[in-house]
């Protein structure tokens, strides 16, 4: 049975892509989930698995190379798939050490001891051992030609502390490669939308604020740019990657979904009005007045595009998951689970919410 190791698998894209694997192998294979539990990190996303006799967590900080070390002794990992990252970028603004610790530090320590249980003496590497890093299309930049999209061969041109984190984990990962030949791939994606997304980022900050008749805060003019993925199309290409990709190369996930910030926040509340029942408490909250244009973020990229072409071509992989419809799909998610919304927000949230938002 093929063992997985996956890091951060409690945040938003690593617990989608637990419950895609095991809906896809079930029992075929088991999965060790390693996760910190930082504010990010949320038990509750996986409870419909966590009894599963082929599903384990081990609360562990990816930065804490001995209690990575005895993960690697006591199991024999197959897969790596390596998402525990902090992967906020108006955080990064604010405090950008955390980032550089978890998102560089901690790949590192992550490939080191991957390399150390799976190297032969004569440096060459055990067979079927694979280790896939996570990385994100901002580590190319931001897109001033609209005819032009992020390439594999696009140069890194970070600008946030979140971004330039996260190229240097993937200059890392590279590293590896190069260096020691390990059998590792990067991926590149794009925004991620959908289940279990935590509400600092802008759809279900969105969906949240306009339910409890909140501003919704709309940064600059509105009309910076971002190329949405499902991401259970995004687990799903992350699975692919592994099975038929080319060890060592990069491959980009991204849906060619490009939209204006202001025209997901329209599309929020419309679809918000579409799905509440008329007779629903909450509806009365909902509506473009809530809409307020507030101070930019610091060196706001104006705009990310993907071009999928090498992983469909290679790979065959292509977005199944139209906006329209996974749009509809989230929202109904959030409304079906106000428990989920209430327990994340409770506590230190509003604490952030206010923090971050009490100047702009
Ligand atoms: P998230 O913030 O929702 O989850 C991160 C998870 O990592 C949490 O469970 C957290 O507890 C865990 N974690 C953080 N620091 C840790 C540490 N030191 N040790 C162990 N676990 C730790 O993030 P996400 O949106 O699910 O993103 C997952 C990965 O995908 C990240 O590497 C991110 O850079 C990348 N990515 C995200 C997007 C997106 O749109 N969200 C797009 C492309 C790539
Ligand atoms: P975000 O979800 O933080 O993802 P990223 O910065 O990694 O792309 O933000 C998506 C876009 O939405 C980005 O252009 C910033 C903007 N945004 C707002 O306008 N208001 C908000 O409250 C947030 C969180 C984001």
């Known amino acids: 049975m093929r063992t997985y190791l996956v890091t951060g698998g409690a945040g938003f894209i690593g617990s989608n892509y637990i419950h895609y694997m095991f809906k896809k192998y079930g029992d075929e294979i088991r999965i060790i989930n390693v996760d910190a539990l930082t504010y990010a990190g949320n038990p509750a996303n996986l409870k419909d698995i966590e009894n599963r006799d082929n599903y ?10 001995a209690a990575i070390e005895k993960i690697f002794a006591e199991n024999d990992i197959d897969r790596v798939v390596h ?21 560089v530090l901690g790949t590192q320590i ?15 590497f055990k067979e079927g051992k694979k280790f896939l890093h996570v990385s994100t299309d901002e580590v190319y930049g931001s897109l001033s030609d609209p005819e032009d999209y992020f390439y594999e061969t696009t140069p890194y041109d970070p600008h946030s502390p979140y971004s330039a984190s996260k190229a ?48 919704l805060p709309v940064y ?11 991401v259970e199309d995004h687990a799903k290409g992350i699975d692919l990657v592994q099975e038929k990709g080319r060890l060592f190369e990069t491959y980009n996930i991204g849906g060619h979904n490009e939209k204006q910030n202001i025209e997901i926040v329209n599309l929020v509340i419309e679809t918000l009005l579409e799905l509440l029942p008329e007779d629903d408490e909450r509806r009365k909250n909902v509506g473009k007045h809530l809409i307020t244009y507030v101070t930019d973020r610091k060196g706001h990229d104006r705009r990310y595009a993907i071009a999928p072409d090498k992983i469909r071509a290679e ?26 919304m209430k327990n994340v927000t409770s506590g230190d949230y509003m604490k952030y919410y206010e923090e971050m938002y009490k100047d702009r």
């Open 56 to 65: 384990t967590f081990i609360k562990a900080d990816i930065t804490d190379r």
């Open 83 to 103: 998402f525990a990252a902090e992967s906020h970028v108006d955080r990064s603004i604010e405090d950008p050490e955390i980032f550089v610790r978890t998102n």
């Open 110 to 124: 992550m490939l080191n001891c991957a390399k150390k249980a799976w190297e032969n003496e004569d440096g060459s």
């Open 168 to 215: 240097s984990s993937d200059f890392i990962v590279k590293a590896y490669m190069d260096t020691y030949k390990f059998p590792a791939n990067i991926t590149n994606c794009s925004n991620n939308y959908g289940p279990y997304q935590f509400p600092e980022k802008l759809i279900p900050l969105m969906i949240n604020n306009a339910l409890n008749g909140r501003k």
């Open 220 to 230: 600059g003019d509105g009309k910076n740019v971002r190329d949405w993925l499902y």
């Open 315 to 340: 790979i065959g992989w292509e977005p199944e998951t139209m906006f329209a419809e996974g749009i509809k799909k989230t929202i109904k998610w959030y409304l079906e689970n106000e428990e989920w």
